[in-house]
């Protein structure tokens, strides 16, 4: 553990996927650096989100760390979506083969991040006690990683165990034979729904706002399917860079309404039947940006749960009365709604049927009390802005980032804001985000890039101009006008009450930022002073 005095160049707050990216880089570059982490592990929302049934909805082999052969040649991918353990696994994995550990500090949670003018240092401070001093400060502190707790009277009050999906336990959670309350219906709560069905004695799901989910049709890889996907590497990274989201899969051309209607059909029963977020991207080119053609696809997907759930009433609830797919990020399924088909599982729609309060037993809605042993949250993050919020960081003149950015986010290319020099942002408003991993890599390049651009030439100070962040900022949202747009969607702020509505990540895709930021670099880093 260093003292107290210790300085470093860098340091880096968030060991997730992208903070232990950024670290390798800092590394491979000679750069003195430590990486400070929260959990008591790396990993990141790997290591956090431990609900049964977490895993990705990206295929493993495109969310695999790529700047190393022989870390690709050396892991398999069991399954197509990979779970957490074996996420977790991963990065440990990845840890120790670079011996990245000794630069890290786990349980080392960011409090304060305050900005010296005169020395040009940042002093952060810990909920441990302790004091780092650096001259970068690189956030990567995810944009999924503040989980949130609704506002419900008489929260603290239930005698029974509760939890976060995002915060659960390391040792599990026994809900074998127990009464069981899940709150939230998006990606967290309709993976783990399924997951627990057949455990529990009953199951309660409180929905506030139906969602499209498809089935993710995950399934082992063969030894087969392995060996091919260790040798199409090359071929995997350049479709990868190609994908607006950076996925394996394609963007599609085609409009809705240029396919006949039989067409049409035959095209999303193959998505139905396909793996991960395929639908999402290669349905329609319209898709997001046609409300007819949005329309049709969501017709479909009504018809597809009808099908599947035997209550009609249950059913109807079940389908999105408020948003079309797509206009939220939609959650992949293993036997979500099937699990309404069980006669112990409930729905309580929260729009018919609110809460009143949780009381020690139970949760009281209008129509009753309902009793349960366990009680989980679902309730998702405050994304994007919550972990850079909650650092308490000063810029100049002790200027709060809270303050900044209370009408929302304002950054240069999401990378850095005016008035916090050498404050560097990896995973926050307004980067890009797609595969989380893809995305992470652009962003985190290119703070790699900037930071070794200061250092050839002297600078110890990088610091955004007003001027540029005004024009991205304005960017950013302009960009976002062309996309049907869920109100309620967290990439919106719509998921936490008060927070301002923005739109917060950089939506035109992942080789459109890539291009922005090359530009940038091509000329000098305009949009940034130096000194
Ligand atoms: O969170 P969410 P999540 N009373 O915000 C409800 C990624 N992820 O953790 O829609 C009652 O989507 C809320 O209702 P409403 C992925 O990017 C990926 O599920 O706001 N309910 C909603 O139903 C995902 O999009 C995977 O009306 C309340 C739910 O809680 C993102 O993380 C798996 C409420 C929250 O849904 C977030 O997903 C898991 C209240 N007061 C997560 N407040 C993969 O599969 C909120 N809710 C890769």
Same mark, same amino acid.
């Given at each position: 553990?260093?003292?107290?005095?210790?300085?470093?160049?860098?340091?880096?707050?968030?060991?997730?996927?992208? %903070?232990?990216?950024? =670290?390798?880089? #800092?590394?491979?570059?000679?750069?003195?650096? $430590?990486? &400070?982490? /929260?959990?008591? +592990? !790396?990993?990141?929302?790997?290591?956090?989100?431990?609900?049964?049934?977490?895993?990705?909805?990206?295929?493993?082999?495109?969310?695999?760390?790529?700047?190393?052969?022989?870390?690709?040649?050396?892991?398999?991918?069991?399954?197509?979506?990979?779970?957490?353990?074996?996420?977790?696994?991963?990065?440990?994995?990845?840890?120790?083969?670079?011996?990245?550990?000794?630069?890290?500090?786990?349980?080392?949670?960011?409090?304060?991040?305050?900005?010296?003018?005169?020395? %040009?240092?940042?002093? =952060?401070?810990? #909920?441990?006690?302790?004091?780092?001093?650096? $001259?970068? &400060?690189? /956030?990567?502190? +995810? !944009?999924?990683?503040?989980?949130?707790?609704?506002?419900?009277?008489?929260?603290?009050?239930?005698?029974?165990?509760?939890?976060?999906?995002?915060?659960?336990?390391?040792?599990?959670?026994?809900?074998?034979?127990?009464?069981?309350?899940?709150?939230?219906?998006?990606?967290?709560?309709?993976?783990?729904?399924?997951?627990?069905?057949?455990?529990?004695?009953?199951?309660?799901?409180?929905?506030?706002?139906?969602?499209?989910?498809?089935?993710?049709?995950?399934?082992?890889?063969?030894?087969?399917?392995?060996?091919?996907?260790?040798?199409?590497?090359?071929?995997?990274?350049?479709?990868?860079?190609?994908?607006?989201?950076?996925?394996?899969?394609?963007?599609?051309?085609?409009?809705?309404?240029?396919?006949?209607?039989?067409?049409?059909?035959?095209?999303?029963?193959?998505?139905?039947?396909?793996?991960?977020?395929?639908?999402?991207?290669?349905?329609?080119?319209?898709?997001?940006?046609?409300?007819?053609?949005?329309?049709?696809?969501?017709?479909?997907?009504?018809?597809?749960?009808?099908?599947?759930?035997?209550?009609?009433?249950?059913?109807?609830?079940?389908?999105?009365?408020?948003?079309?797919?797509?206009?939220?990020?939609?959650?992949?399924?293993?036997?979500?709604?099937?699990?309404?088909?069980?006669?112990?599982?409930?729905?309580?729609?929260?729009?018919?049927?609110?809460?009143?309060?949780?009381?020690?037993?139970?949760?009281?809605?209008?129509?009753?009390?309902?009793?349960?042993?366990?009680?989980?949250?679902?309730?998702?993050?405050?994304?994007?802005?919550?972990?850079?919020?909650?650092?308490?960081?000063?810029?100049?003149?002790?200027?709060?980032?809270?303050?900044?950015?209370?009408?929302?986010?304002?950054?240069?290319?999401?990378?850095?804001?005016?008035?916090?020099?050498?404050?560097?942002?990896?995973?926050?408003?307004?980067?890009?985000?797609?595969?989380?991993?893809?995305?992470?890599?652009?962003?985190?390049?290119?703070?790699?890039?900037?930071?070794?651009?200061?250092?050839?030439?002297?600078?110890?100070?990088?610091?955004?101009?007003?001027?540029?962040?005004?024009?991205?900022?304005?960017?950013?949202?302009?960009?976002?006008?062309?996309?049907?747009?869920?109100?309620?969607?967290?990439?919106?702020?719509?998921?936490?009450?008060?927070?301002?509505?923005?739109?917060?990540?950089?939506?035109?895709?992942?080789?459109?930022?890539?291009?922005?930021?090359?530009?940038?670099?091509?000329?000098?880093?305009?949009?940034?002073?130096?000194?």
């Amino acid at each position: 553990m260093p003292d107290a005095s210790t300085e470093y160049e860098v340091l880096i707050v968030g060991g997730g996927l992208t %903070g232990l990216y950024q =670290l390798y880089r #800092a590394r491979e570059h000679g750069w003195s650096v $430590r990486l &400070l982490e /929260a959990g008591g +592990g !790396v990993g990141g929302t790997w290591y956090w989100n431990r609900y049964p049934a977490a895993r990705t909805d990206s295929e493993g082999y495109s969310y695999a760390y790529f700047m190393n052969e022989e870390l690709l040649q050396s892991w398999d991918w069991k399954e197509t979506f990979p779970a957490q353990p074996d996420l977790e696994r991963y990065y440990n994995e990845f840890v120790d083969r670079f011996d990245l550990r000794r630069d890290i500090e786990l349980n080392t949670r960011v409090t304060a991040a305050e900005y010296d003018e005169p020395s %040009g240092r940042w002093t =952060l401070r810990t #909920a441990t006690g302790q004091t780092f001093v650096t $001259r970068y &400060l690189v /956030a990567a502190s +995810g !944009v999924l990683s503040v989980p949130h707790f609704p506002d419900i009277p008489g929260a603290g009050e239930f005698a029974g165990p509760v939890h976060h999906t995002a915060q659960w336990p390391a040792e599990g959670v026994d809900v074998r034979g127990k009464r069981v309350a899940v709150i939230g219906t998006g990606s967290s709560g309709i993976q783990l729904i399924p997951a627990i069905v057949d455990e529990v004695g009953s199951l309660t799901v409180y929905q506030r706002t139906a969602n499209w989910a498809m089935p993710l049709n995950n399934k082992p890889l063969s030894p087969q399917e392995q060996e091919d996907i260790r040798r199409n590497y090359p071929a995997l990274r350049e479709l990868l860079r190609r994908t607006s989201g950076g996925f394996v899969h394609e963007d599609a051309t085609r409009k809705t309404f240029e396919d006949s209607e039989s067409e049409r059909r035959a095209h999303y029963e193959r998505l139905w039947n396909g793996q991960g977020m395929r639908a999402m991207f290669s349905t329609y080119a319209d898709l997001v940006t046609d409300p007819a053609a949005n329309a049709e696809f969501s017709r479909f997907l009504a018809e597809k749960i009808r099908s599947i759930v035997t209550d009609p009433v249950v059913a109807e609830k079940l389908i999105p009365s408020d948003h079309g797919f797509g206009m939220k990020r939609p959650p992949m399924e293993n036997g979500y709604y099937e699990a309404f088909n069980r006669s112990h599982v409930e729905l309580v729609d929260l729009r018919a049927n609110p809460t009143r309060r949780i009381t020690a037993t139970g949760i009281e809605s209008e129509d009753r009390l309902r009793e349960f042993d366990v009680i989980v949250y679902a309730t998702g993050f405050d994304a994007f802005t919550g972990a850079l919020l909650k650092m308490g960081i000063r810029g100049r003149d002790g200027v709060s980032l809270n303050d900044t950015w209370a009408d929302g986010p304002f950054t240069y290319l999401g990378v850095a804001v005016p008035g916090y020099p050498n404050l560097l942002i990896d995973s926050g408003p307004h980067g890009t985000y797609g595969n989380i991993p893809r995305s992470a890599e652009v962003q985190v390049d290119f703070v790699t890039e900037l930071v070794n651009h200061a250092r050839a030439h002297g600078y110890e100070r990088i610091e955004a101009t007003t001027e540029a962040a005004e024009a991205w900022t304005a960017h950013v949202y302009e960009a976002a006008q062309y996309y049907l747009l869920a109100d309620g969607a967290w990439y919106v702020g719509g998921n936490v009450p008060g927070k301002p509505r923005r739109f917060l990540p950089y939506s035109w895709g992942i080789p459109t930022y890539r291009s922005k930021l090359d530009e940038v670099v091509a000329a000098g880093y305009r949009g940034f002073e130096f000194a």
